[in-house]
């Protein structure tokens, strides 16, 4: 009878122990066939991306992101000296409601002053988070593809970031928003406006120093897709700032649109600002 038992038991205690083992494989996570769960919205403001109490920017990270989620990053205005990323906001909200797969990002820069010149100081602020973003894409889970939007000064800035600084091709598209495009002008060394030949003072006058901040010489046929806008009627940007570098991105065969709007100025509400909502939003959607 003892003789008998023992197979039986161990016959009982190898099967006992195989079903144990499968229930204890089962438990384990697999992470290459368990399913992820996906990751929430995030929004982060005033992450420092450099020393300066102004290099901050806010992030707003899209719910279901992945390794390749594209991040638009966004520019304000005030003549290089004055503003700040709350001015770029509705732009945010505009985004957000418009585009809720993409990472947006509202950055604030150092402001020029006396003697502390835009140029290369605020480009080099833009480079210091493009290079922070790469640095943390893991950690955010987004990818290296950005754009830019940016208005007036901004506007210029994302022009020439993207036009003479984004050796990594990083650039999907850009667009401008009354950004001014040619510092070496007519229309602007010959300006008889106080306010706005101050302002320009700024870069110095130095025509090669001029030439090399001026997104319109700085443009390549490997440019990204870019977008602009402009008034007929604005005190600040000359309608040859557009248009030159309109015509200057054609004949290089870069994709690109302008959309100008005659009587506006130095930016506008109403109907026309839903209209290039629109624009905008079409660019965005074949481009980015």
């Not at 204890?24 to 368990?34: A, G, K, V, W, Y």
């Not at 820069?109 to 493009?130: E, F, H, K, W």
């Not at 100008?260 to 100025?265: H, L, Q, S």
Request: some cysteine; overall charge negative; hydrophobic content about 40%.
């Amino acid at each position: 009878m003892r003789s008998m038992l023992i197979p039986y038991l161990l016959r009982k205690g190898v099967l006992l122990f195989v079903f144990s083992l499968f229930l204890f494989s089962c438990s384990i996570t697999d992470p290459d066939t368990d399913p992820v769960l996906p990751l929430e919205y995030i929004a982060l403001t005033d992450v420092a991306y450099g020393s300066h109490p102004r290099q901050v920017y806010d992030i707003y990270l899209p719910a279901e992101r992945t390794s390749t989620t594209k991040t638009m990053i966004l520019i304000h205005g005030g003549g290089w000296s004055s503003g700040s990323k709350v001015d770029m906001n509705a732009f945010r909200d505009i985004l957000r409601e418009q585009f809720p797969e993409v990472a947006v990002v509202n950055m604030n820069y150092r402001l020029a002053g006396p003697n502390l010149s835009p140029y290369p100081m605020q480009v080099d602020d833009i480079t210091s988070l493009v290079d922070e973003l790469r640095e943390k894409r893991k950690e955010y889970t987004i990818g290296e593809d950005i754009g830019f939007i940016g208005a007036s000064a901004g506007g210029h800035l994302a022009l020439l970031w993207s036009y003479g600084y984004d050796s990594r091709k990083q650039v999907d598209m850009v667009c401008s928003i009354v950004g001014p495009t040619n510092l070496t002008d007519e229309a602007y060394l010959n300006v008889s406006n106080l306010a706005l030949e101050e302002m320009l003072a700024q870069f110095g006058f130095d025509e090669t120093q001029l030439m090399t901040a001026s997104p319109l010489h700085r443009v390549t046929s490997d440019a990204p897709p870019t977008v602009l806008f402009y008034g007929g009627q604005d005190p600040l940007i000359p309608n040859s700032q557009g248009m030159d570098l309109r015509d200057r991105l054609a004949e290089l065969d870069v994709p690109h649109a302008f959309y100008f709007y005659p009587t506006e100025g130095h930016g506008w509400v109403g109907l026309n600002l839903l209209d290039s909502i629109v624009k905008l939003r079409a660019f965005m959607r074949e481009y980015f």
